[in-house]
């Protein structure tokens, strides 16, 4: 049974930069293509930014293209996102998700994920 557990949310003014953390634990981090996905109040959970198993191909909502970074440490089992110039559109809970790896990977499809974290408040004042 995988886990993983979300860290570094938290209140940042607009402007501001968060770190975001996903340790896993439970199975073999390596062979898993990650993701992270966003829940604001009254929608559904939205696509963020995903990575591949080795960290080769990163993909971004349109979003968040060009100010989040995501990334991985597969020593450390961890993944990352870096979140830069937040705006307050992108307060949520957000949640990390772990999908085992295969040749062929739809990055924003829920269903294609097979673990999840509890997700960390993202919140962005004005």
């Known amino acids: 049974q995988g886990q993983l557990v979300e860290s570094g949310g938290g209140l940042v003014q607009a402007g501001g930069s968060l770190k975001l953390s996903c340790a896993a634990s439970?199975?073999?981090?390596?062979?898993?293509?990650m993701g992270w996905f966003r829940q604001a109040p009254g929608k559904h959970r939205e696509f963020v930014s995903a990575i591949r198993w080795s960290g080769a191909a990163r993909y971004y909502a349109d979003f968040v293209k060009g100010r989040f970074t995501i990334s991985r440490d597969n020593a450390k089992n961890t993944m990352y996102l870096q979140m830069n110039t937040l705006k307050p559109e992108n307060t949520a809970v957000y949640y990390c998700a772990a999908a085992h790896f295969r040749s062929t990977y739809n990055a924003s499809r829920l269903d294609r994920y097979d673990h999840w974290g509890q997700g960390t408040q993202v919140t962005i004042s004005s």
């Open positions: 439970g199975f073999t981090f390596s062979n898993f293509d």
